[in-house]
């Protein structure tokens, strides 16, 4: 179990996880994989979710599911690497979609 204490605006939420596993761990080892769990769901899922809609998809049949992740994958990649502008992850795509020319700095074209 996880216990996490939250404090905002002066009230204290818990929140308790629990989580099963056959391993004998630390604790201090048990929470360094909790805590590397939430850094890739914060880092990559999260911005999956709010910027690409990915949650609001409705592609279920065949490999569609596999290939619009693909591209979306691909995206999110050529806009961290791209360096130029100084924006976040949704600012860089409102970009691509207004600056032709971004936009084909973003393909490497």
């Known amino acids: ?20 596993s056959s391993l004998l761990l630390a604790v ?6 909790v805590r590397s769990h939430w850094g890739v769901e914060n880092k990559v ?6 910027c690409f809609r990915e949650d609001q998809s409705r592609a279920r049949t ?5 290939n619009r992740e693909t591209l ?3 995206a999110l990649n050529a806009l961290r690497k791209e360096k130029t502008k ?3 992850i949704r600012g860089k ?3 691509a979609s207004w ?5 084909l700095r973003l393909l490497g074209i």
């Open 62 to 66: 065949g490999y569609a599911t596999e």
């Open 72 to 74: 979306r994958r691909l």
């Open 99 to 103: 600056d032709h020319a971004y936009l």
């Open 28 to 33: 201090a080892t048990f929470a360094r994989a």
């Open 93 to 95: 795509q409102l970009n």
């Open 86 to 88: 100084k924006r976040s």
């Open 45 to 50: 899922h999260w911005i999956m979710d709010v």
């Open 1 to 20: 179990m996880v216990e996490s204490l939250r404090e905002s605006n002066g009230k204290t939420s818990v929140e308790r996880r629990y989580y099963l």
